[in-house]
């Protein structure tokens, strides 16, 4: 399973745009890369999912370059409410029927905090 | 539409005492089930996953248990808490599509637990 690194925190204000990159040098030909938000006391929630190039949703794009071995979370015009814990998790659940599947690994996240 | 709950939301208990956490999930058949720990200021650790009734696997080895005994019902336990133990537990689920796939999981409120 790869494994990811992200900056532990990061600081921004309203109306920014924010990039937070994530590395995973050995991520692995069948894995996606997705990313989750956390509030505090709450579960993860997811944001996007991507394998390679772009991705955009109504939230945040992913961008996945070539070699797959980064990718950057964009949030558009950040509001105070996107404080939050964002996690970058590199994967493939592979179900071989019949038997046992393959996990997900949660690091320790980046902490954005937005400020007015 | 799905729904995943936990119980109780919080809970304080002593060392040596036992535990039993319940999740449920609603609206949905056959899906997998996850326990999570969260310790304060770190990330999400998988504890356990399951894909189906009494088919549970361990990811980690600890003071901890769990159990599958109907479709939609998850239970974590421990029959002597320790200190170690106080967190931030999360049940998950997701329904995988095809025999190799990655889908979002769906995360539960959660239940803080404190052990004293």
């Known amino acids: 399973l790869a494994k990811t690194t992200q900056p532990i925190s990061m600081d921004s204000y309203e109306g920014q745009e924010v990039n937070i990159t994530c590395s995973h040098n050995n991520i692995a030909t069948n894995d996606y890369i997705t990313w989750y938000q956390q509030f505090p006391s709450q579960g993860p929630r997811f944001i996007i999912q991507g394998y390679k190039t772009k991705v955009t949703n109504e939230v945040a794009s992913l961008f996945i370059p070539a070699d797959r071995k980064s990718s950057t979370l964009s949030l558009p015009r950040v509001s105070l409410s996107d404080t939050a814990v964002y996690y970058c998790?590199?994967?493939?659940?592979?179900?071989?029927?019949?038997?046992?599947?393959?996990?997900?690994?949660f690091g320790k996240g980046t902490k954005l905090s937005v400020k007015p | 539409s799905q729904t995943i709950h936990q119980w109780p939301a919080t809970l304080v208990q002593p060392v040596g005492s036992p535990l039993s956490l319940e999740c449920t999930v609603e609206?949905?058949?056959?899906?997998?089930l996850y326990w999570y720990r969260q310790a304060a200021g770190r990330g999400l650790q998988l504890l356990f996953y399951?894909?189906?009734?009494?088919?549970i696997s361990s990811e980690v080895p600890q003071n901890l248990s769990a159990s599958r005994p109907q479709d939609r019902q998850f239970i974590l336990s421990s029959k002597k808490l320790l200190l170690s133990d106080s967190g931030f537990y999360l049940c998950?689920?997701?329904?995988?599509?095809?025999?190799?796939?990655?889908?979002?999981?769906?995360f539960g409120p959660g239940t803080r637990l404190t052990v004293l």
């Open positions: 998790l590199v994967g493939d659940i592979v179900v071989r029927y019949g038997g046992s599947q393959g996990n997900l690994i």
């Open positions: 399951s894909i189906g009734i009494d088919q």
């Open positions: 609206g949905t058949s056959n899906p997998n």
């Open positions: 998950a689920w997701t329904i995988l599509d095809g025999p190799s796939s990655y889908n979002e999981q769906f």
